[in-house]
Nanobody
């Protein structure tokens, strides 16, 4: 089974930027959804951004639209999350995810990665 490895988390002041990377251990087929979820203690995991590997179609949570950008580098089997204008409420553990699924499920705001793969997570802390 493919393994996902995140990097790029850290601490930043509000208004700053970070770029998260998610490297897959092997080639990800084109019929996959890849993306990022985040979770804070006591709260459910929240989907942040998703990208369908076949055509690059993306979907974002309303809370990050216009600030975060998800992208992929197929040659490197890597997905990125560029996070700009960070806010304290963006503080969370960020998890990379990948799952073979239909495109409408991936980018229609419904993807939960119920049967897919998770990375180990990377912490993002935004101070005010």
């Amino acid at each position: 089974q493919v393994q996902l490895s995140e990097s790029g988390g850290g601490s930043v002041q509000a208004g700053g930027s970070l770029r998260l990377s998610c490297a897959a251990s092997e080639y990800i087929d084109s019929d996959h959804c890849m993306g990022w979820f985040r979770q804070t203690p006591g709260k459910e995991r929240e989907r942040v951004a998703a990208i369908y590997t076949d055509d690059g179609t993306t979907n974002y949570a309303d809370s990050v639209k216009g600030r975060f950008t998800i992208s992929q580098d197929n040659a490197k089997n890597t997905v990125y999350l560029q996070m700009n204008t960070l806010k304290p409420e963006d503080t969370a553990m960020y998890y990379c995810a990948a799952e073979r699924t239909a495109p409408t499920y991936c980018t229609g705001g419904m993807w939960l990665n119920l049967a897919g793969t998770w990375g180990q997570g990377t912490q993002v802390t935004v101070s005010s």
